[in-house]
């Protein structure tokens, strides 16, 4: 079975700062997928980035990018330029690639607080 | 145009009764889902459809019935509701076939519904 952990329970970072959530996942699969969630305060569950583990290159949207890495199983999500918005639950996630058996594997979440 | 959409947005009511929750994806999309996301915001697979199959039924009480009456529509049932189900229950889809047999596309999820047993 595949673990997600997610170790810093909540983070803050000024406006205009950058910060980087950690994630450590567990897995014996060699392709699979990592995501990024946000839930801000609607409720709403938004795919911020996504993560082919077959893609040596990281993944970056915008002011969001990744630092896989694959060997040591761990997948950060920077934010660069954090705005007021940012503020919000971000969840990583890991699903297996191919098979019948898909689903998500959420880690507990980190709570991101962005001061003005 | 709503993805994903749940109803109802907001669900009260008391031990011992039994409730619904439904839900629809407009996406097109072959795989259905749900969530539950406890008080802690922790969030755990409760069920998946694909093609209206059950796929993947993780140990919860007999009491939660999900119905697929096709691809597009997931429903939950709930019988003689408990205090710990109060909960935010989300559905989600995805799809596997857009691309080939080895992609999984990400889950596109609902807005969620947020269940009070009192």
């Known amino acids: 079975a595949q673990t997600v952990t997610q170790s810093q329970p909540e983070m803050s970072v000024q406006e205009a700062e950058t910060v980087t959530l950690s994630c450590t996942y567990d897995?014996?699969?060699?392709?699979?997928?990592l995501f990024w969630y946000k839930q801000p305060p609607s409720r709403q569950m938004i795919l911020v980035i996504r993560?082919?583990?077959?893609?040596?290159q990281n993944a970056t949207e915008n002011r969001f990018s990744v630092n896989f890495q694959k060997a040591a199983k761990s997948f950060s999500l920077k934010i660069s330029d954090s705005q007021l918005g940012d503020t919000a639950m971000y969840f990583c996630?890991?699903?297996?690639?191919?098979?019948?058996?898909?689903?998500?594997?959420f880690g507990k979440g980190t709570l991101l607080t962005v001061n003005p | 145009d709503t993805a994903v959409s749940q109803t109802p947005k907001y669900l009260v009511t008391q031990m011992g009764n039994d409730k619904s929750i439904k839900c629809e994806q407009n996406?097109?999309?072959?795989?259905m889902y749900w969530y539950k996301q406890d008080s802690k915001k922790f969030l755990k697979i409760m069920f998946s459809?694909?093609?209206?199959?059950?796929?993947i039924n993780e140990t919860v009480p007999n009491r939660f019935s999900p119905k697929s009456p096709d691809k597009a529509h997931l429903n939950l049932h709930i019988n003689s509701l408990e205090l710990g189900d109060s909960a935010v229950y989300f559905c989600?889809?995805?799809?596997?076939?857009?691309?080939?047999?080895?992609?999984?596309?990400?889950?596109?999820f609902g807005n969620g519904t947020r269940l009070t047993v009192t």
């Open positions: 989600a889809s995805s799809s596997r076939t857009t691309q080939g047999a080895n992609y999984n596309s990400p889950l596109h």
């Open positions: 897995t014996s699969e060699n392709n699979y997928y």
């Open positions: 996406l097109g999309h072959d795989t």
């Open positions: 993560q082919e583990a077959y893609k040596q």
């Open positions: 459809y694909n093609n209206k199959e059950l796929i």
């Open positions: 996630a890991f699903m297996k690639q191919g098979g019948s058996n898909y689903k998500l594997t």
